[in-house]
């Protein structure tokens, strides 16, 4: 591809523009996950203020991951054509209306239709943020970056638990959740924050004028970005892609779910003895976050999962051997606490994966592989907490045997980790970019 004077320079940002690309970022993450996260504390509300079953209402969350699913391909594609600012945009005005509407839902197929929609703008935020970080960003530090993104899902946490139950227990039943709910209007917000400060990615703006000028080779022209992740050489590592984050997102609802219910009812952990498992975890998992986004920059993109997922071997180990060990008095003491952090430790394995995705795509159809990779990844993972329900059934009631559905999902996140290309330091230029098909 030839370049012209008029191109846009890439990699000139300003440090006021790089930080407000970080920051966009993270707030919308942990925005995202925010709104997942929050529905569990608002279930039991939901099911009395609407009068439907336990199971109606928990559908509502699968349906919002499917939904995600569908607005990772959207957005993804729409970022490829308009550009990752506008699909950053247009993916959090989705968000919001979806969850301002949610608030005023009046009956379980209703709720269901909303909620569905706000997955639709769930699914397009994490990717076109992505993407346009690891475009923005020193190539050098793009690991650590994304950790920081990636990290502030503690925010998105702590912020979902504060609110659903402040809400739930300050409002009526028909109003808390409702409230709650009506706090996802946030989105709108950043919108405006991006809007207004946010510069657009100018790897895409000098790609999006080559290709307007005709500078770009014929392939690249289709609008069906979705195929075109799909032809030629990208058709291996897309499926292996896939295949490496289906694994992660299996592994990782297949053990989140659960763990708590595994250490409360079946080891006999009190609560609070739970809850300081869960701030431990924490802790332990943003600072591994920022442990493997360094070791990442410093040794490659597969070091940075491949360590994590080592740690979730360990885990899966932990679940076996201590499925029957009891809490005796002393949290240090209680295997199954350093059970959950080996697996907080390779939940950080996410970290990369934005960065690693965004390397190993051309610039053609970057938003819309790394967007609909991950979402796609999420819809499997919504199935894990029905399949593990299943097999400690067939296992006796057994819920630690019944986790271990997880360790294929191990494998197949190791093995992908292994024959994905390796990537650290690829420019992300338009210039210096890979075209389609070259991957290695």
């Known amino acids: ?15 006021a523009e790089r930080a407000t690309i970080i920051f966009s970022c993270m707030l919308g993450f942990a925005l995202d996950l925010y709104d997942v996260l929050i529905m569990p504390f608002l279930m039991g509300s939901i099911q009395k203020s609407l009068s439907i079953s336990l199971t109606q209402v928990a559908s509502v969350t699968s349906l919002t991951l499917v939904g995600s699913v569908i607005g990772g391909a959207l957005f993804g594609w729409l970022g490829d054509r308009l550009g990752r600012k506008q699909a950053l945009q247009l993916t959090l005005f989705v968000f919001a209306a979806g969850s301002i509407a949610s608030a005023f839902a009046w009956n379980y197929p209703s709720l269901a239709v909303l909620r569905f929609i706000t997955g639709i703008g769930l699914g397009g935020e994490w990717g076109a943020g992505m993407v346009l970080f690891n475009e923005a960003w020193n190539k050098e530090r793009r690991g650590l970056g994304s950790a920081f993104i990636q990290g502030s899902a503690v925010i998105a946490s702590a912020g979902a638990s504060i609110v659903g139950v402040w809400a739930t227990t300050s409002f009526s039943l028909e109003w808390g959740w409702r409230i709650a709910l009506l706090t996802g209007s946030a989105p709108i917000v950043l919108m405006i ?7 657009e990615s100018k790897a895409w703006l000098q790609f999006d004028q080559a290709r307007k000028a005709g500078q770009v080779a014929a392939p690249v ?3 069906n970005t979705l195929v075109l992740m799909f032809q030629g050489r990208l058709l291996p590592v ?10 992660y997102m299996f592994c990782y609802y297949g053990v989140v779910v659960f763990m708590p219910t595994l250490m409360q009812r079946t080891l006999d952990a009190p609560p609070e003895v739970v809850r300081n498992v869960s701030v431990i975890a924490s802790i332990v998992g943003g600072c591994s976050y920022l442990c493997m986004g360094l070791l990442n920059d410093a040794f490659g993109r597969r070091f940075g999962a491949l360590i994590p997922g080592l740690a979730w071997c360990a885990m899966a180990a932990g679940l076996y051997s201590f499925a029957h060990d009891k809490y005796a008095g002393s949290l240090f003491l209680f295997p199954m606490f350093w059970t959950y952090i080996a697996f907080v430790i390779g939940n950080s394995a996410l970290g990369v994966v934005g960065t690693w995705l965004s390397e190993i795509y051309p610039i053609e159809v970057r938003s819309t592989a790394v967007s609909f990779i991950y979402m796609a990844g999420r819809g499997v993972g919504s199935l894990a907490p029905v399949v593990v329900p299943l097999v400690a059934a067939a296992s006796g009631g057994q819920l630690a045997l019944g986790m271990m559905v997880v360790v294929p999902a191990i494998v197949i996140f190791l093995a992908m980790t292994l024959a994905l290309p390796e990537t650290r330091g690829r420019e992300l230029s338009t210039a210096g970019d890979q075209r389609v098909g070259q991957t290695t």
Request: glycine fraction near 6%; include cysteine.
């Open 221 to 223: 022209k289709t609008t």
């Open 238 to 247: 897309s499926l292996m892609c896939l295949a490496w984050m289906m694994g």
């Open 193 to 199: 924050f991006i809007r207004v400060f946010m510069p």
């Open 1 to 15: 591809m030839s370049s012209s004077t008029t191109m846009p320079q890439t990699g000139s940002y300003s440090f």
